[in-house]
């Protein structure tokens, strides 16, 4: 299968079993470099799954990944992780402050997070500077999804994985974190691959969108496919709308 | 004591025994065993140490704590740590804890270089780490099964193995200890410690017993520390594969 874009990511026959359990089934297919891209489908589909394998997390039982052409089994996991950096879904929290938390990635490479740094950083995301010091137990789960968005930015990846970052914000939190990575992604051609239940969404901030069902890719094209799937089994998708 | 006097002390099974029948327990088996087993393994301990005192030889010392160190080992594989190889890195600590403390009883002429004082001792320092260890892997696999997507967090932003261990790790390592300390703060208040009581039984003068309690106290928080730390530093690589990945599963 040809692109008709240059590929930031592209699988080539992946599979992926837990226990004997066909998680991801001969995925193909590529994600273009500094766009967009939206991941739906409903839940269990393996897009979590998915993310993990491009950022090195999990292996594949077969097939290949490539990141700018490079496998991924091929690179340091290190190297790879920094490179394409992956807010994980349910946004897990180290104990200690928020502010530990930001400072993970560079203390992970023995360096420190300097206070201005670490308030842009909250600043960035629509947090205010002052929850730094707070216990990262104490956050509302909306406060967290952001954290974790900044925390992963500290990297700064030239790929970012977001996993259903949204699920728990309120609509202005939302359009907020809509606006941020948008911008990321203008200014410095992030590439950026956003797992989300909700297809409006999807419709409004993805260039372009993959459609997971059991373990497959159902779909992919432009974001506006979503208005109008080709197959039946996407149409009763996006009809059932969210899930 | 005579085998008389300690035939009169079956009595205390046989209160145990007339219980459980009474009360129902069914436990009429288990007492049975236990109390066989025990007659059977320490008069066999016991013959086997007069043996050993009386050959005087080196050669019968290293084979004791070497049946020791085999037995300890194997009963901390047997009680199924998920975690993958244990058996030989259990044995290094136990080796490795025994040679430290030997090593600095006998090279500071703490205690003299006989059966007596090396046997017994082994027996405690193995017999206590070989519960640390125990305790210490079914903590670190809690540990981690439990706290897995911090784990992973640290793994997804770019740190090794090594790193995104580090936290629990301690936290094993840490409540792994803590039982040890707390008992030795409390130690003599309400229960003479076994080793004492039984060296005053044995005629020995208060003070000297104490100071040998306090010489096993000291030994056992050496024990505990580097028992955990060093099984910890040995088994967490097997956590993950050479992909820096978290195994998937702990079996337990
Ligand atoms: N650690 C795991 N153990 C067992 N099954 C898992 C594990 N992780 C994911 N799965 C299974 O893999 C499938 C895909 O999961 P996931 O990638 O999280 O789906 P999605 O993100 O699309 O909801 C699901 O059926 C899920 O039950
Ligand atoms: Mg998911």
Redesign the interface.
């Known amino acids: 299968m040809e692109d008709r874009f240059e590929p930031a990511v592209r699988f080539e026959n992946v599979n992926y079993s837990i226990d004997g359990d066909l998680i991801l089934k001969e995925v193909t297919g590529s994600f273009p470099k500094g766009r967009i891209t939206t991941i739906v489908g409903p839940s269990g589909a393996g897009k979590s799954t998915l993310l993990k394998l491009c950022n090195g997390l999990i292996s594949p039982d077969s097939g290949k990944i490539l990141i700018d052409g490079r496998q991924t089994e091929e690179m340091d996991p290190v190297r790879l992780r920094r490179k394409v950096g992956i807010a994980l879904q349910d946004a897990p929290m180290m104990d200690g402050s928020v502010f530990d938390n930001l400072e993970i990635p560079l203390v992970l490479q023995g360096k420190r997070l300097e206070p201005e740094a670490a308030q842009s950083a909250l600043t960035d995301v629509g947090l205010p500077a002052g929850l730094l010091s707070r216990d990262s137990r104490e956050l509302s789960g909306g406060q967290r999804q952001k954290v974790s968005i900044a925390r992963t930015l500290i990297n700064r990846p030239e790929v970012l994985l977001l996993d259903e970052i949204t699920s728990s914000l309120d609509p202005a939190s939302q359009a907020e974190i809509e606006l941020l990575i948008k911008t990321l992604n203008d200014r410095h051609g992030t590439t950026v691959i956003w797992i989300t239940h909700n297809i409006d969404q999807a419709v409004r901030i993805g260039d372009y969108t993959w459609v997971m069902m059991d373990g497959k890719v159902a779909e992919t094209g432009e974001a506006l496919l979503l208005h109008e799937p080709a197959t039946l089994q996407v149409r009763e998708f996006v009809k059932g709308g969210q899930v | 004591m005579t085998y008389g006097t300690l035939a009169l002390t079956l009595i205390f099974v046989f209160i145990p025994l007339v219980l459980t029948r009474v009360l129902n327990l069914g436990l009429e088996k288990d007492l049975l065993i236990a109390t066989i087993r025990s007659v059977i393994q320490l008069l066999a301990v016991g013959y086997l140490l007069a043996f050993v005192f009386e050959a005087e030889s080196p050669v019968f010392i290293l084979l004791m704590i070497t049946l020791m160190i085999v037995a300890a080992t194997h009963n901390v594989q047997r009680k199924g740590t998920a975690i993958p190889g244990i058996t030989a890195k259990v044995a290094v600590t136990f080796i490795f804890i025994e040679v430290l403390t030997q090593g600095i009883l006998l090279g500071f002429g703490i205690i003299p270089a006989t059966p007596q004082y090396i046997i017994p001792i082994s027996g405690m320092v193995i017999g206590n780490s070989m519960v640390l260890a125990i305790l210490f892997l079914n903590r670190f696999t809690a540990e981690v099964e439990a706290r897995r997507?911090?784990v992973?967090?640290?793994?997804?932003?770019?740190?090794?193995p090594k790193?995104a261990i580090h936290?629990r790790l301690m936290q094993a390592i840490k409540a792994s200890m803590i039982p040890t300390l707390e008992s030795q703060k409390t130690m003599g208040l309400v229960q003479l410690p076994g080793m004492m009581s039984g060296l005053i039984i044995g005629g020995a003068d208060p003070i000297e017993a104490v100071q040998f309690q306090l010489l096993i106290i000291f030994l056992i928080m050496t024990n505990a520390a580097v028992t955990s730390a060093m099984l910890g530093f040995l088994s967490y690589p097997t956590l993950f594969n050479g992909?820096?990945?978290l195994v998937?599963k702990l079996e337990t």
């Open positions: 997507g911090e992973e967090l640290f793994l997804s932003l770019g740190g090794t790193q936290p992909r820096m990945q998937r």
